[in-house]
DNA sequence: TTATAATGTTTAATATGATAAACAATAATG
DNA sequence: CATTATTGTTTATCATATTAAACATTATAA
């Protein structure tokens, strides 16, 4: 409790309240799932190769889980595939794309 | 290099081919996202709060990185509501719950 | 062609993510 | 109602995720 160190050093992802409830909201999608399919979290956790608690971690929405052992539990459900939607339709990426023209490998130099 | 060990006491998330190639197309759909945005790695980095080798990391598609960190990258690209689709349109889980009927706060019990 | 900024790799240090275990609370059954 | 499996919390431990720094490569732009 207010300690600057731990502040100043701090290596977990720090996340303002908009993105808090997005990763809130997708844990109860998850959990929703697992309900549906009628799976104790044991299970879940069990098949993809976690603890219970990080899977307790997920469905709660926490920061801290990798996104590999998300993924394994996405699979566990049979909804691995969803992850394909992350910066798929980047609509303002491809009008910022048109106004600029092309393509680099790298992003431009800045002189 | 063939320690058992290791491998028995491994904490980091053990990816099917499968599940790592959809892994490295997110990775490459972000990076693509900035390269379109005219950003460098650096200034990405900086503005998600992480170091720029796990921007690397989340570009190439390690399974390692925390889905916080995932989170505020897509952030910085305005792409953070992408992640909303994780587990939300789940066809089979409302088909099985269809047959089954109810949805419970918790599993069944195993009898 | 040349200069250089962007990208990528490696290494070492350290903060922390992931875990099991023990426990408490409670929803789901009979 | 009574039983109990599921869920959630806390704690301690340890493997590892994250980082900065130094260096190498190469695409970019003049």
């Given amino acids: ?5 731990n502040i100043m050093t701090k290596k977990s992802a720090v996340l303002l309240p908009k993105t808090t409830h997005i990763l809130e909201t997708v844990g109860d999608q998850i959990k929703l799932a697992r309900l549906r399919r009628k799976l104790s979290g044991e299970m879940v956790a069990e098949r993809a190769g976690i603890g219970r608690n990080t899977l307790i971690s997920i469905e709660q929405g926490k920061p801290t889980v990798s ?4 993924l394994n539990v996405l699979k566990v459900l049979g909804l691995e595939k969803d992850l394909l939607a992350l910066a798929k339709d980047d ?14 490998e790298r992003a431009p130099k800045k002189n």
Avoid: E, P, V, W
Wanted: aromatic share 8%; charged share 20%; glycine share 14%.
């Fill in 1 to 5: 409790m207010f300690n600057i160190l």
């Fill in 67 to 70: 996104i590999g052992h998300y």
């Fill in 91 to 104: 609509d303002l990426g491809r009008k910022l794309q048109d106004a600029g023209l092309s393509t680099k």
